[in-house]
């Protein structure tokens, strides 16, 4: 049994104990730190000055600023203990300690030893010693030594780039050191996540990097921001949110970043090659960069994606290692024989639900057809409900042929289980207000499919909002296909996504949202206190026109032996 710092630091409190990872974003109010994600079981707990014990964390690389803003406001973790790798909530810690003086201290426990911890009432911990009820337990310092530094890292280090660049290796060879790298690799480009004002905490980091100089050195993307940039205050967004929000947004601008404002920069033209080293943050490009793409990226947390972009490096961890990439657990799936595009998403949630911890592969569906969208729903689902940066999808993603690793086991998903989740997905009333599209943003094909279904003489009962990316928009623009949604009734909102929108943008009035994302359908209820509804972008289309979400399930899912043949024989 073994008991490491991660992160040093004395700290004393209530043990709040989970088996179940937690996404800090969408899952943890910064205002009054208590638990708001509906699906977790610690829903209502506060996590304040407790010594917060889970596995790992889980979801938004954004929960990193979450954990910082509630350190700045007193209102984080006295301490944090896992069992398993964890980087978003550690890099907040060391954040919070390296540039504000006020970290949480970070210990990781072999799992034998979390098991009994977490059964105590008060842990106690020092630099050198973890108390629970009474048991002291010797702590091994942090991990030291083994980091092979270049020349040009040691420059780096030594303030050869300015402050905030030293400031970033700085950042990066801690996490380097506390995830075991024995060398950092160098990336070609850079996607930030942390534009997002998820809380005050973030403009305060960016403010703090630009006062010491901060200039991105590879092309450097930005992921949607939490207003519409050119709009916000035509759209009634007050100036005390859409002020910092949009200013926030300015700053990563002004240290060199593309204002390209998308959660999916692999729609962008020039998406990342296979095999290609890059350094992204947000949960869902990361999981299809590695997934779909097959370029390679660890799941970086907000802040990090920064120390990246002004570094060029990253810790050489995790799946930029080839060997790190083979699946340690095999879902079977016994998938229908035909299915509509509310499966896939189902699929990735349910998918995470069962590797909450480590990269699956799925089989089961290869005899299914997988549009790009599909897989963009997949993997946004997918990571709400792991804290894997990828998973293999036999027959559909480039490196489903890798053998499995050593010691890896296997599930069986059954419809049993997608009908479980449509009901988890659909217990809101039938009568909805609002139709939400575009979490991820939608892409230019979701966009025309979407024109086309609402085409015709039935108009809209219901609000309908596109949320999308400034390079799609402009591509809607031109081929006419943003003219065909507005003539229908529908509204495109650029560079926020659902998961940063805010009123009034979204509607004040509505009380029920339906959705075609599984993320969305996840986060939703936590991030607006509202109930949703899940469906298929043709049900999507249907309640938007009859004010009414549909009350029976997709065919697929009421055919009980309409399987496809050998499905739940397959074995990668």
Known sequence: MTAQIVLGGAASGPVVATPEGLSFWGGVDPANARVIDVHHPLQGASVAGSVLMMPTSR????????????????????????????DVLTLGALVAARLF???????????????????ADRVDITETTLT?????????????????????????????HGLAAQRAMEILVAMAVSQGATSLCTVTRAHIDGCIYASPAHLRFAEEMVAMGARVVVPTTTNAIS??????????????????????????????????FTCAPYLLPDPPK??????????????????????????????????????????????????????????????????DDAFWPMLGWLVGEAAPDRIPIVTGCEALTASADDLKALCAAFGTTSAAPMLHVAGHTPEAALPCAEGADDVTLTLDDFRRLWAQFNAAPEEVDLIAIGSP????????????????????????????????LAELTEDGTLGRLQASGARVVPDLCWCSISEPVFPPTARVVMTNSGKYAHYGPGLTGRRMRFGSLGLCVESARTGKAPGMPPNWLARANDLSPGAADMVP
């Open 441 to 472: 943003h939608a892409s230019a094909a979701e966009c025309r499919m979407l024109a086309s279904l609402l085409e015709g003489p039935r108009g809209l009962m219901t609000t309908l909002i596109v949320t999308v990316g400034r390079a799609t």
């Open 132 to 160: 629970a009820d009474g048991e002291a337990i010797a702590l091994s310092p942090p991990a030291a030594g083994g980091l092979l530094l270049t020349d040009g890292d040691r420059a780096f280090l030594a303030g050869a």
């Open 274 to 339: 296979a095999g290609e080293d890059i350094g992204w943050s947000e949960s869902n490009a990361v999981i299809y960069a590695n997934s779909v793409l097959g370029a390679r990226t660890v799941k970086h947390p907000d802040f990090l994606d920064l120390c990246i972009a002004l570094t060029g490096r990253a810790p050489l961890s995790g799946v930029y290692l080839a060997d790190n990439r083979r699946p340690r657990r095999v879902i079977r799936v016994a998938a229908p024989a035909s299915v």
């Open 101 to 119: 003086g006020c970290g949480v201290p970070v210990v990781r426990l072999s799992r034998r030893l979390f098991d009994r911890v977490a059964g």
């Open 227 to 260: 207003v519409d940039h050119q709009n916000w205050r035509a759209q009634g967004v007050p100036d005390d949110f859409g002020g910092p929000a949009s200013r926030l947004a300015d700053t990563y601008v002004a240290m060199g970043a593309r204002p390209s």
């Open 59 to 86: 979801g938004s690389c954004t929960g990193s600023g979450v954990l910082l803003d509630l350190a700045l406001n007193r209102r984080a973790p006295a301490a944090l203990i896992f069992c398993e790798p964890e």
